[in-house]
């Protein structure tokens, strides 16, 4: 009789209860005859993560033969550790059915364990046998960062074997820098035409290594300076970068040979606020009519309304910044600019230093280097071989 | 001096007067054209005993009246002016290199810049510079007032600031030199000749420092600003005060002075003189070079502007040693098609220099000797690349799309590609027992590209014809074309980079007879093609992928080729680095290109 119809309640709650029994009845066998536990893992092994910083084991077993297979009833396996292998195990971690390994990264380095890997299934377990005790330890080489050491080593050889070569007086090839090869030019007009030479170390202080290169120019610039008895202007934008830039050029005065024409008064303190020392510097080109400005360092959006005014008054302009967002404006307004690390590369071009042409050569020699691998890497892969990019890629 | 019509002159007498020779030029007009009839020359006589350079001249004119059988002087031995009834000249010019031609120091405030200027405006006047005094030049006040004492040259330039520009550096100079109290060469008794062109603010100040001590003249500023020259002024005041001063000074000059009807030219400057006057009547790009036996002067006319240089160290004798020092013995080797010893090859060098006269008497001794001189040939065409450049301290504008090629200004402006005319003088040259040996010389040391017109000045009347186009360019230019150069021919050089063997140009010539030449050259080859002196060749000239013949890469090329001694020299050695490093491939391939161009008999390079 179907529910759905209309019956007198007795007659329904009869039906019920029978329905149940009957229920209970059908599934009792199942529940209390057939095998649920499932087959305990084998073989497990556990042994010392290798190339790690210790407080790591990893642990291997095989699957239970209820996983995937058999009974197929295996929901999770349960890693048991304990520091004896008839001690008191305790669960340190679980890892899905399917796996056989797990790193247990809570272990404690000089410490003997023995671990225990638990099948489970809904209702019940097993445990396989403990495996021999291990003790974790840190390791002194990651193996798998071989690839970054060899690349390390490779690139610092070369460093040291062209600083060596440098510094045995071997002539290095530095590719000329316009920018650089023009400061003479820049002086001589501001010589010829008797007017200053402006030098802005950007807007950063002396925590940026862009105004450090930008200093280390000033240098050379102020030495310049000297020999062709110009006259020079530094306005700063932060005391400390000012303080630098003094040192600077009153040592390159005296390296010239006029320590006489050196004065403090030549490099000054304007503002810390960007647009009121652009507008400051701004005025000073306008009024001064330089015939050479020198931009060197971090600059930011003030670096076109400097590099317009200074073009608008007609004098030569040297630019330098690592901001690629202010090059363009750079290269559109000045005369010659020094782009990206090549702000960083003058200091070594300029000073023919052994140390900072070698080091220079040998970065030269790691990029040369990369770009061979990219290209190849780029072949290699195309082609659907892959060893060189695994090489490089961190395992 | 009296006035010349152009129209009037029929007869010139021209003469140069160089340190040991005179030389006389008898040009006459014929129907409508002028020509060369002879050419006479006689020991300078500016040395004592005789003192007085007329005396040179006038044998040298002798010579030219016995071999013309014109009569050009009178019984006093003075020459007959104007002509008439087949006697006389109507005009006699002349130049002079005699007594060390001009000497000159000059100055500015940068180097680079306005002392440059002066440089060039000094050596466009034909003048030697001795040296260069600039604000920038690292020597000390002291070293430089010892300098300008020690020098005495014959003028100094001074010149140094942009109009409204600096005013101590160039009182600076001025009282330096004031300092110095430098002598003028010749004329002890004579207060030697200043020149100022510099800032003209400064022209009080300068007078005040200089005008007493000095023989002051002060013309435009030379560099009124710094993006343009105005070498004019100072170079036509050069020429007054060689004529006012220095000449004046002379043995005889006084008198050589009276009987000229042009004023006399300095050598060099007479020379440079025609290269132009030939460069803008032509439109050409040409390039000069008159190598000698102390200095080689280069000269060359790119983008309307004239440049000079003087090489004072490398030449074919005095200087040749310098060369073979300044050149390295590999490098003068490696034109060399053979093996020779070392210790002989030395003794030859300096016997040459203490025996400047000798001239090669074996056949190795010449292929060496012309290895040398296409050392000297670079070496001074390197330096005057170097000097041939754009102004320095000019404002560029750039675009963005400059970022990464931000060219340097001071570039030179000397471009083989765009150069048409190769002219060249000096005895290794003219007297080149082959021309086609020449024609190498030119080629190796020069390295033209695209298509290039070779051709010799075999007698050196450069210098005569130079003075001469200053009263009748006419004439000059007729005797120029058709007396003066021994066209050798043209190359034709494609420029790139390719294998060797590698086809590189297809070419086809028309030549008059109305018969083809067409074929291929390969990279690495070398071929002569005879076209006669004053023949022309219609040619299509088609360059392979990556080569350029002047209109770009594989652009074609219809032109019309001109003749030569030499004809046409077709050279696919590209143009970097030609010369192989393996010493037996590279002896077998200079053998290869000699024998293709017949430079030396086939005997002389199978020893």
Partial sequence: MPFCQKLPGRYIQTNFVWFISFFILSIFPALVFSRDTPQPPTQVQAFDTPSDAGKSITVQWGKSSDDGEGLNNVVLYEVLRSTSPEGEYTKVGDSPRGTTEYVDNSAKDKIPYYYKIRALSKTSFSDSPPGAAVVSSPQWFKKERLNALI??????????????????????????????EAVDEAV??????????????????????????????????????????????????YALVMVACRETVKQAYLNAGRPDSYSDDMIYYITQDQFGYTAAVSGLFVREKPAAIFLQGHFFAESLVLAETGNSVGAIQIAGTAQPTQLPFFVAACDYTLIGEELFAASAYLSKNPKLLGSLKGQDLGKLLMMIAIILGSILESLGILHLAKWFTYQ | MKELKPEDIKIIVATDCGSTTTKAILIEKHGDEYRLIVRGEAPTTVEAPFEDVTMGVLNAIAEVEELSGRKLLDEKGQIIKPAQNGVGTDIYISTSSAGGGLQMMVAGVVRSMTAESAERAALGAGAIVMDVIAANDKRLPHQQIERIRHLRPDMILLSGGVDGGTLTHVVEIAELISAADPRPRLGTGYKLPIIYAGNKDARETIKKTLGDKTSLDIVDNIRPVLERENLHPAREKIHDLFMEHVMAQAPGYRKLMSLTDAPIMPTPGAVGLIIKTIADLEKMEVIGVDIGGATTDIFSVFQGVFNRTVSANLGMSYSISNVFAESGLPNVMRWVPFK????????????????????????????????????????????????????????????????????????????????????????????????????????DAFLPEGITR?????????????????????????????????????????????????E????????????????????????????????????????????????????????????????IILDGRGRSNFLPADENVRVKKLKEWMLALDIYPKWALER
């Fill in chain 2, 454 to 502: 070779l051709a010799v000045d075999s007698i050196f009347m450069m210098p005569q014809l130079g003075v001469l186009s200053t009263v009748h360019p006419q004439a000059a230019k007729e005797v120029f074309d058709k007396d003066c150069l021994i066209h050798l021919g043209t190359c034709i050089a494609p420029v790139g980079v390719e294998k060797e063997g590698k």
């Fill in chain 1, 151 to 180: 690349v390390v080593l490779v690139l610092s050889l070369g460093i040291i074997y062209f600083i060596q070569k440098a510094s045995k007086g071997k002539e290095m090839f530095v590719r000329k820098i316009a920018a650089i």
């Fill in chain 1, 188 to 237: 001589g007009r501001a010589t010829e035409m008797g007017k200053k030479v402006y030098f802005i170390p950007g807007i950063y202080d002396m925590d940026s290594m862009q105004t450090v290169a930008a200093v280390t120019i000033l240098g050379h610039v102020a030495k310049r300076v000297a020999e062709y008895e110009a006259k020079l202007e530094v306005p700063n934008c």
């Fill in chain 2, 340 to 443: 020779m010893d070392e210790r002989d090859l030395r003794n030859r060098v300096k016997n040459k220099m203490i025996r400047p006269t000798t001239i090669p008497q074996m056949m190795e001794e010449l292929i060496f000797e012309q290895a040398i001189a296409k050392e000297a040939l670079r070496l001074a065409f390197i330096q005057h690349k170097s000097f041939a450049t754009t102004l320095k301290g000019v404002q560029q504008q750039r675009t963005i799309a400059e970022a990464f090629e931000q060219s340097a200004s001071g570039q030179t402006i000397v471009n083989m590609m765009t150069c048409n005319m190769l002219i060249g003088s000096g005895g290794v040259l003219s007297h080149a027992p082959r021309r086609n040996q020449a024609a190498l010389m030119l080629i």
């Fill in chain 2, 504 to 567: 590189i140009l297809k070419y086809k010539f028309i030549l008059p007879d109305g018969k083809t030449e067409a074929g291929v050259l390969k990279y690495g080859e070398m071929k002569m093609i005879p076209l006669a002196v004053g023949e022309t060749a219609q040619a299509h000239l088609e360059p392979e992928r990556g080569m350029d013949l002047g209109h770009g890469k594989n652009k074609n090329i219809e032109t019309t080729i001109n003749g030569g001694v030499a004809g």
